[in-house]
């Protein structure tokens, strides 16, 4: 089991910036793939921003040249910095994880999703 655990969203004026924070948990897991979805009032969950290990970020159009993935480092954590915040930008962040319990030998690629934290972008 996989638990994810985020910070970092709040209340922010168009064009300002925020970090969010994501770090997974668990008895011997494996993770193979972090990232980051949003869902605003009325519309269905949409990929911000995804990376696998070892890899590069990928990125939503709406996004791109304004937030940055990093992490998915030792500790299972992964960041998303997000500068020139826009309105539209308004949501629910939930982070992503792609991963699994060494200990159950279970393969890495079981989908696990966090709580939720809300960012709102004052125009």
């Known amino acids: 089991q996989v638990t994810l655990v985020e910070s970092g969203g709040g209340l922010v004026q168009a064009g300002g910036s925020l970090r969010l924070s994501c770090a997974a948990s668990g008895d011997l897991i494996c993770i193979s793939e972090m990232g980051w979805y949003r869902q605003a009032p009325g519309k269905e969950r949409e990929l911000v921003a995804t990376m696998a290990v070892g890899g590069i970020g990928t990125y939503a159009d709406s996004v791109k040249g304004r937030f940055t993935i990093s992490g998915l480092n030792a500790k299972n954590e992964v960041f998303l910095q997000m500068n020139s915040l826009k309105h539209e930008d308004t949501a629910a962040y939930y982070c992503?994880?792609?991963?699994?319990?060494?200990?159950?030998?279970?393969?890495?690629?079981?989908?696990?999703w966090g709580q939720g934290t809300q960012v709102t972008v004052s125009s």
């Open positions: 992503n994880a792609r991963g699994g319990s060494i200990a159950a030998r279970e393969p890495c690629d079981n989908e696990y």
